[in-house]
């Protein structure tokens, strides 16, 4: 569950392994470019964490980052 906080939603996926992580990573990769909305995110091994909001948006949570986050999900869960 996407959690909001700080003027951002915020979610970490964990996967098998960093080849698993990797894939994933550039799947939403694709997903990022295609809405022009580039996130801010780490990875550590076999972990994704995700920090989203609209820096044109003076920096909070705006529907662009539900779509993005919804989106998100839909890789992970494929």
């Known amino acids: 569950m996407w959690q909001e906080e700080?003027?951002?939603?915020?979610?970490?996926?964990?996967?098998?392994?960093?080849?698993e992580?990797?894939?994933?990573?550039?799947k939403v990769a694709d997903v990022v470019n295609e809405m022009d909305h580039h996130p801010y995110?780490?990875?550590m091994y076999n972990?994704?964490?995700f920090e989203l909001n609209t820096h044109?948006?003076?920096d909070t949570v705006t529907e662009k980052d539900h779509m993005l986050a919804a989106a998100i999900d839909r890789i992970?869960?494929?």
């Open 76 to 78: 992970y869960n494929a």
């Open 47 to 49: 972990k994704v964490s």
């Open 56 to 58: 044109d948006a003076g």
């Open 6 to 19: 700080d003027n951002k939603l915020k979610k970490s996926f964990s996967f098998k392994d960093f080849r």
């Open 21 to 26: 992580a990797f894939a994933f990573m550039n």
């Open 41 to 43: 995110w780490t990875n």
